[in-house]
């Protein structure tokens, strides 16, 4: 690992850094997505305030090298969860901080009483697919239009 890494919660100030980490992260899926998806995904300067403000956002800072990852997640009803912006930066996959952010979310999530988390993805994220289900998500039924593309739900069920 390339020194220590360490998940906090984020605040107004990490914005710009959480909208790099996004747009570095998603720039190789960016011809499989449609124009909207794309930005809905990696955000703007707007975007990112209202998911600061909607959800519990979370950040994995690599000392002075900054912000190197992020996930959001929001209690959707007293016994539901909903995750959403997962991104680790290119040069630090693979190093567990993927799995720390995620457990920081569900950690938040199950704090809150929630019984159930959901998430939604695309398909061109294979890898993400992979590691939602090797964190036992599953794939429901559910698919929904994303921006003209196909966005599809996975749940996980929390056990208590």
Request: overall charge neutral; proline content about 4%.
């Amino acid at each position: 690992m390339r020194g220590e890494v360490t998940i906090r919660r984020a605040s107004a100030d990490d914005a710009p850094a959480i909208l790099q980490c996004l747009h570095v992260a998603f720039e190789p899926y960016r011809s499989s997505y449609t124009t909207k998806a794309f930005q809905d995904t990696v955000l703007t300067p707007a975007t990112i305030q209202q998911r600061l403000g909607a959800m519990r956002v979370f950040v994995a800072v690599a000392g002075d090298r900054g912000i190197v990852g992020t996930i959001g997640c929001a209690l959707i009803d007293e016994n539901e969860g909903h995750l959403r912006g997962m991104a680790v930066l290119p040069g630090w996959q693979g190093q567990g901080i993927a799995d720390r952010l995620l457990q920081s979310a569900e950690d938040e999530l199950g704090a809150g009483n929630c019984v159930r988390i959901t998430l939604d993805t695309t398909e061109p994220l294979l890898r993400a697919t992979r590691f939602y289900e090797k964190n036992g998500y599953r794939r429901s039924p559910r698919t929904a239009d994303f921006f003209g593309m196909p966005l599809h739900e996975y749940v996980k069920n929390l056990t208590r």
